[in-house]
């Protein structure tokens, strides 16, 4: 049997809630511009997620 790759990368088939958990988990590792890559992605594909939004605020703040 013969395994056939899929076709789409990981990052690319996340959704907005794993962006947001992702984010979150770099923004605690202190990985701030990955992190925020990851927050904006989510707003990309869920614009006004509140949590989303919260986070990405705070992160801003710690980076400023």
Not at 4 to 26: V, Y
């Amino acid at each position: 049997m013969k395994l056939i790759p899929d076709p789409h990368p990981i990052s690319q088939s996340m959704d907005a809630r794993s962006h947001t958990n992702l984010g979150a988990i770099l923004h605690l590792n202190g990985k701030y511009r990955e992190a925020a890559n990851s927050y904006r992605e989510a707003l990309r594909l869920q614009p006004n997620d509140v949590t989303t939004l919260t986070n990405l605020h705070k992160l801003h703040s710690v980076m400023t």
